[in-house]
């Protein structure tokens, strides 16, 4: 059996420019990794988001990178360790040989979930913007069935912010709603605690990162005195090895996000999620604005684990491109739609 490898760079438009507070997004960008092994042919993404994923400098050196894999397949299948500060590079690998195995259009670990059986509960993102717009959202996103909602904050005005959630809750209760907000690391680390005191006020579930990562003792403190539970995302990237239990047990944070495109492909993702358990801390998925290849593995691999947490999957509604897939959103849940 001899395996060979292509790839392919493919950009998506989102439907609309999708504000966070690291700017605005208005396209997107991901490197398919093919492997083809008799007559069927495999598909990873390897996805990146600017300024965010660590091993991404520019388009020629990750292109070159991906190029060399590709090149280099039957080296790199047994060496993928040597990936592993290409995240998202490792990540398309793995899927890729996730699919070969399966040997099922984007199948990668079959369950209940691919079989149609399964729904997993995801939480609906609300985008950042004018507040008129993240209202409309809001009740969007609440017509649709959702019952828990994500919230990115830090962008526009704080107060408008605080107006924002306590129209949600004026509304909806916690027991109707389940509020997430994050903050991108958007908050000083001289005013965090007040405002998380603030954003507590409304009832909320959790905070991502309320400040840059990086700040390990300040971010220790802010989780041991928070009335708010938070929950580290940036935090994880570029943790390999030892580094991840150092920094759980430092820390100490009431939840972790992964991000298996940022935090170690599927293996750094399977670390973390171990490590998480045994130091009690709960955890869940969210997809790094991957296409419906993407979400698929992620949504498969999340399948895998008994978890009754909301997930961060539903990001395969974002592009105009998007590239097709049995994966639906129905009433705040993601499922596979089988005919």
Sequence with gaps: MSLTARFEKKTFDFKRPSGTSRGVLTQKHAWFIYLKEDDFEALGECSIITGLSPDFVDFDQYEAKVKEVVANISYYVLHQEELETYPSILFGLEMALENLKQKQELVYFPSDFT??????????????????????????????????????????????????????????????????VDANGAFAPEDALEK??????????????????????????????????????????????????????????????????????????????????????????????????????????????????????GTGQLYTNNIESPLEIRKGKILTKID
């Excluded at 809001?138 to 962008?155: H, P, R, S, Y």
């Excluded at 526009?156 to 949600?168: G, K, P, V």
């Excluded at 971010?219 to 759980?248: F, H, N, Q, W």
Aim: negative net charge.
């Design 115 to 180: 079989t149609g059986q399964l729904e997993i509960p995801i939480n609906g993102l609300i985008w950042m913007g004018e507040k008129q717009f993240m209202y409309d959202q809001i009740q969007e996103k609440i017509a649709a069935g959702f019952d828990c909602i994500k919230m990115k904050i830090g962008a526009i005005d704080f107060e408008a912010e605080l107006e924002l959630l306590s129209f949600i809750r004026s509304n909806f209760s916690k027991d109707e709603i389940e509020i997430r």
């Design 196 to 313: 998380l005191e603030r954003l507590a006020a409304f009832d909320l579930h959790s905070i991502e990162q309320p400040i840059k990562a990086g700040q390990i003792a300040k971010m220790r403190d802010l989780c041991k005195s928070t009335p708010l539970a938070i929950a580290l995302d940036e935090e994880l990237i570029g943790v390999y090895g030892t580094k991840r239990r150092e920094l759980l047990e430092t820390i100490s944070p009431q939840y972790i996000i992964l991000k298996p495109s940022l935090h170690g492909g599927i293996v750094g993702t399977k670390a973390w999620i171990a490590l998480a358990e045994e130091l009690n801390i709960k955890w869940w998925m969210t997809s790094a604005l991957e296409s419906n290849v993407g979400l698929s593995c992620i949504a498969q691999l999340t399948a895998l684990y008994n978890t009754n947490m909301y997930q961060g999957l």
